[in-house]
């Protein structure tokens, strides 16, 4: 089968990000929590992105921000995935009280502002790596429960479910073995949107100050902490905002590459 | 006599890597004035690809690789698409397969037809209007003001094919393609489309193009006749030769295919493996199942025959527990099968088996045909070890090769999609078989195939076959008693060969005298018997 473009440029960009995460530790030219000479405009061979506020290496922190970003979107995406995907098989295959009591609480989370409601998770509990997780699972569980949901409701009418079920295939069965793989496309296109809109909150958080507790780095805390100086230092906030960009962008692409492949 | 619609030489070529090069390939054909030309054959013969190259209307990657098509005068071939469409719906026009879809459900049917004119030509708002309902008066519609004002979800399927076949010849088109017209409706409906069909032909302004798979309704219907295969054309001729005469063995294969109106002699009864009393089905305050009695004997077939909408499906459902009746009580191999809860449920089961209507929604297009065998077989009650080998002996006996057993469902026809889920179904040893409309979705080759497997199997393992059907010739093909049903009732039951003959209800008499294409010995003798198969093995 012949790769969409999309597709090969989408991966390329992501698994560049990847790298550039787990080797972060070897890459990085500079300590990102040292302070050398502040306020340097990029350029310079040493620090060729430039140095922020309290002299630190602009490329080095951006570097290691890539770890929480990709880990901590990765996470929150998979863990609402289980979640999802769980709730949504058995409330589409089995409909009834249980569909209407899942369905209850999925609208009525989503009926909140989702910043609204990462705000009130992330104040409740506090700004830590696992509370970050926990905020952004809140938002994306019950979204991802209703498109499989929605998928699992039109495959539960198919003559092949009723098959297994006049051949007395156990629920756990139907749902894992009969329903999820033909699910499975329409939900690899989702997952990668999703872990682009995570990727999103998760820079959105740490520039409300609600992310990563400081001097971590992170990339929405490292435009926050330039936006004052945006003007007359641009370096501070164009180098993360790129990085934020390129990682949704690339993702995007992948989940377009894979609606694109399926066809 | 010139021709109105002359083919010559027509190739349409496929995509690169399809299972041949070309769609249609080397076509030719003449339609007259006042004809109906009927193009015959098997799906994937190429003759729904034909109609739409006529049309000027190919799917996007398909293109005429040579040959011409003229339209009177017009050379079709090769005209742009800004002249094609003031042709089409204009001069050609077509009656579509699925008149449901065709319409549009957001407008009046009055609007629909008015907008062809709109398109077509320049008359006032109110003559539009009046010729919109001289049109539904002449396709025989009931209560024309009504209609007119009614959105096509209101109307039944008949009314709104006499509706697009309306829109078809407001503009009193040269040429009519019909393609497969009547495939969607009910025996009852199909006959009266085709009596308006042979009335249009009768007044000599058009030539019809009739697509169809159906040699009854060709019988019924045409003047001439072009065999399709293969994207050629293996024969043409006059009907009454064609049909009488065949010269082509693919044309005499096709015709020896088609059931003839016969019953076969009833097989001795034998114990009911399968009983439902009083079974009743309602959702909401319709009931879509009414009351049914019946009684499935070891060995046997019942056929329960009936339109759309009669409940036939519901009662399949209902048998094998896909569904919960609202009231009645069935019973299999002697216990109540209702009373059954959970994993009992789940184990008895096995013994009641059912075989789907559409071959390309009953397999899991994730899974291979091998593993849906196999998972049969392990539930069903052999060991794991031993599935696979059992699954490879199903695939044998329902005559599908070894390499099968690998393959996903996307790289079988539909002919060999039903013999998996017939040997799905075999493989938990069940001793009742539900077949729900199981050939309808094939080729008439193809479909009697599979009902000679059916009725080999049945002789060889002594299942009992309740075989849910809306044709009568099928019926009498493969059934010991015949089951009528209507809104929901059975309103006749008995020994096929006596249905048929000496049908005493009117419904069953409606229905038999709608069966398309009965030859003059059929209609006046009534069905002739058969000689009965050997008896069952004990």
Known sequence: MKRPPALVIGVAIVALWLLVAVFAPVIAPHDPLVSFKPLLRPGAAAFPLGTDLLGRDILSRLIWGARPVIFLSLAATLIAYIIGVGAGLLAGYRRGVLDAGFSFIANVILSFPVLVLYLVVIVALGPSYLNVVIAVTFGSAPAVFRIVRAIAIDIAGRDYIAAAVTQG????????????????????????????????????????????????????????????????FPHLVIFPCIAISSLVLALSLIADGLREARQ | MTPILSIRNLTVALPKGGDRAFAVEDVSLDLHRGEILCVVGASGSGKSILSAAVMGALPGRLAIAGGEIRLGETLLTGLPDAALRRIRGNRIAMIPQEPIAALNPAMTVSRQIEEVFELHSDLARPVRRARARDLLEAMHLPDIDRVAASYPHQLSGGQCQRIAIAMGLAMHPDVLIADEPTTALDATTQAQILKLIRELKATGEHGVLFITHDFGVVRDIADRIAVMEAGRIVEVGEAARVLAAPQHPYTRALLAAVPRLEARAVRPAAEAVLTAKGLTKSYGAKLALDGVDISLERGTTLAIVGESGSG??????LLVRIAEPTGGSIDVGGANFLASRGSALRRSRRQIQMIFQDPFGALNPRRTAGDIIARAATLGGIHRAEAKARAL?????????????????????????????????????????????????????????????????????GIAILFITHDLRTAGAIADRIAVMQHGRIVEQGDAPAILSTPAHDYTRALVAAIPGLSATERALGPSIRPALPPLPR
């Open chain 1, 169 to 232: 295939e156990p629920t756990w069965r139907i749902l894992l073995i009969e329903i999820l793989p033909n699910a499975a496309p329409a939900l690899a296109v989702d997952f990668c949107l999703r872990l682009g809109y995570s990727a999103i909150i998760i820079g959105s958080l740490g520039f409300l100050g609600l992310g990563l507790p400081p001097p971590a780095p992170d990339w929405g805390g490292m435009v926050t902490d330039g936006r004052a100086l945006a003007f007359a």
């Open chain 2, 312 to 317: 036939k499906s519901t009662l399949a459902r």
């Open chain 2, 393 to 461: 002996e199903l695939l044998a006996l329902v005559g599908l090769p070894a390499d099968a057993y690998d393959r996903r469902p996307a790289a079988f026809s539909g002919g060999q999609r039903q013999r998996i889920g017939i040997a799905r179904a075999l493989a938990m040893a069940p001793q009742i078989l539900i077949c729900d409309e199981s050939v309808s979705a094939l080729d008439v080759l193809v479909q009697a195939q599979v009902l000679e497997l059916l009725a080999d199997l049945q002789a060889r393992l």
